[in-house]
């Protein structure tokens, strides 16, 4: 372990990153609900809140696409002008739970990754989770797309962010995850 700023560093999961070890979690970065209201900080404050955090040593950002429906990813870009290299971005997908076809999940994982990209102003996602245990007959077409994205250069790592045991196990005995993320924060 070493010290930025404030912070203890450390390696991430598998990634060999150097990430602090505490993040900024940008669920709140996500502003509109999907109800209409408002949920989280304006842009400017959450722009600020992640320059701030870096100024103590934060380098760890956690969103997901779902967050204000991809304005998370869309705050942290802005945010990242200029710093992206300063920054360990993770973020999430929401695989295809309730529909057995291989094509369509691999399709979605892919498509959503460039959506991600797009958003977050980036050509790379340090770290590229699920944000839920896929459809179990899914799992292969699932595994292989995350492992296709990494090939690309596109995902650096890819993981799962879930509670779920049994679903951590199966997609193990499919490949590696380089990181598990679960329900825990304070």
């Known amino acids: 372990m070493m010290k930025r700023g404030y912070i203890l560093l450390a390696i991430l999961g598998k990634t060999g990153l150097k990430a602090s070890s505490v993040g900024v979690g940008c ?3 996500g502003g ?3 109800n209409g209201g408002w949920t989280g900080t304006t842009d400017v404050e959450s722009i600020a809140t992640i320059h701030y955090a870096e100024s103590l040593g934060v380098n760890l950002l956690d969103s997901a696409e779902t967050y204000g429906i991809g304005h998370s990813e869309q705050v942290i870009g802005k945010a990242l002008k200029d710093r992206r290299h300063n920054f360990v971005v993770a973020t999430k997908v929401s695989p295809i739970v309730d529909s057995p076809d291989e094509d369509k999940a691999a399709k979605r994982i892919i498509e959503a990754c460039e959506g991600s990209l797009r958003r977050l102003e980036t050509d790379y996602i340090d770290i590229y989770q699920l944000h839920a245990v896929p459809h179990e007959s899914t799992m292969p077409a699932v595994m292989n797309a ?5 090939r690309e250069g596109k995902v650096r790592w890819f993981g799962i962010s879930t509670n779920d045991v049994v679903g951590i196990r199966k997609l193990l005995d499919l490949g590696d ?4 993320q679960i329900g825990y924060n304070l």
Do not use: C, H
């Open 177 to 180: 995850l380089a990181t598990l």
């Open 27 to 29: 669920w709140q970065m």
């Open 32 to 34: 509109v609900a999907p």
């Open 146 to 150: 995350l492992g296709d994205l990494k």
